[in-house]
């Protein structure tokens, strides 16, 4: 394995918990941070990082994280703006090298990538996977 | 000047309907469709129904031309995204966010929003103003204890408010170093009047602290 890496999950729902399991299961330190405490418990025993009940939009959260010596950040909840303010917060206070948000509505993705967070549109992803997929039957067929 | 507000509840409301009647070319953005159209019935405003946190409903709003966007929805992120977007994507020069949480004040400033307020905040402030808490600061004890500097402020009717530094009988051992007044600050001499929410340096000993905080401040100290 390469270099362990201390990563920051927000939001335990199925995208957050997958990201975090996986991570922990390559060996890195995770902490996942989600409001709901049934959420947090369903992780699945593959994951052996920590878990921290509370807002993460809240920067005393973040520090209790440990936020300024992760090397990564990922807002993964199922809130645009949620993500967005969380990612900001731990790229300009905590100086987090590496922020990354989840962010549904194309229309706010071009200014964040500006903005230094490093944003993932499943809507974009799914749109061109589609658009991939009829691309390529249609030349199939041809 | 056209000013935006983004919210759905009374204060939103109430804010557009001033600047509509102080002259300013004011349109709102609600999330509720009902609300959204009775607003625009009794404010006869630009009232447009949507989410003030998405790009499009930014702009079908006409936030390119606004001078000023206040946003005032209920959760402090919604708020950080408006205000952001307005900035960043439509060059809104000044933005206005209200803030639930009130470490969010600076937070929002360092990410760009020129204004943040925090209703919790203000609400202390005003309440301490009221009671005169916290009128004095315990800033240093020096030597021992031998020493100590405090600020106070002359807060309502403080016997020293119009006083000349020199008519207050002071006792000996005891010093007003300095005056902060409007945001300036004064070496004060003997002719120095002091004023209404003057903050006044003061160094003391422990024999005469309470002397001369009663003498500035009368019965509340």
């Known amino acids: 394995m390469t270099v362990a890496l201390y990563v920051i999950v927000v939001g335990c729902g199925r995208l ?24 947090l418990a369903k992780l699945s025993a593959d994951f052996s990082g920590y878990r921290i009940q509370n807002d993460a939009t809240e920067v005393e959260v973040l520090q209790q994280a440990k936020a300024e010596r992760a090397d990564i950040l990922i807002a993964a909840t199922n809130n645009d703006n949620v993500n967005l303010m969380v990612a900001q917060i731990a790229k300009v206070i905590f100086h987090v090298p590496h922020v990354m948000a989840r962010v549904f509505n194309p229309a706010r993705e071009a200014i964040y990538q500006e903005l230094g967070i490093q944003v993932i549109c499943p809507t974009k992803l799914s749109a061109e996977r589609f658009l991939q997929a009829i691309h390529t039957s249609t030349t199939d067929q041809a | 000047m056209k000013v935006l507000i983004i919210g759905s509840d009374k204060t939103s409301y109430y804010l557009t309907r001033r600047f509509i009647a102080k002259g300013y070319h004011a349109v709102m953005i609600t999330r509720d ?10 404010l006869q405003a630009l009232v447009v129904v949507g989410d003030g946190t998405d790009p499009l409903v930014l702009d079908e709003a006409g936030v390119r031309q606004c001078a000023i966007v206040v946003a005032l929805l209920p959760h402090d992120h919604d708020n950080l995204i408006a205000c952001q977007l307005a900035k960043e994507m439509f060059g809104v020069p000044r933005t206005v966010a209200l803030v639930h949480d009130p470490e969010n ?37 020096l030597a021992q204890g031998q020493l100590a500097i405090t600020e106070v402020v002359l807060l309502g009717d403080a016997p020293a408010i119009g006083q000349h530094l020199r008519d207050l009988a002071l006792p000996d051992n005891a010093l007003v170093a300095a005056v902060i007044r409007d945001d300036g600050a004064i070496i004060p001499r003997g002719e120095t009047q002091l004023q209404l929410n003057d903050h006044l340096l003061l160094v003391t000993r422990p024999d005469n602290h309470g002397i001369v905080l009663s003498i500035l ?3 509340t100290a």
């Open chain 1, 16 to 39: 957050g918990a997958l990201v975090a399991t996986r991570l922990s299961q390559e060996g890195h330190s995770v902490v996942i941070i989600d409001l709901t405490e049934t959420k």
């Open chain 2, 33 to 42: 469709a009902q609300q959204g159209r009775q607003l625009a019935r009794k």
């Open chain 2, 105 to 141: 004040e600076e937070v929002f400033r360092q990410l760009g929003v020129s204004v943040a307020v925090s209703v919790a905040r203000l609400l202390v402030q005003v309440i301490e103003e009221q009671i005169g808490y916290e009128a004095i600061i315990n800033l240093a004890e």
């Open chain 2, 217 to 219: 401040m009368g019965a």
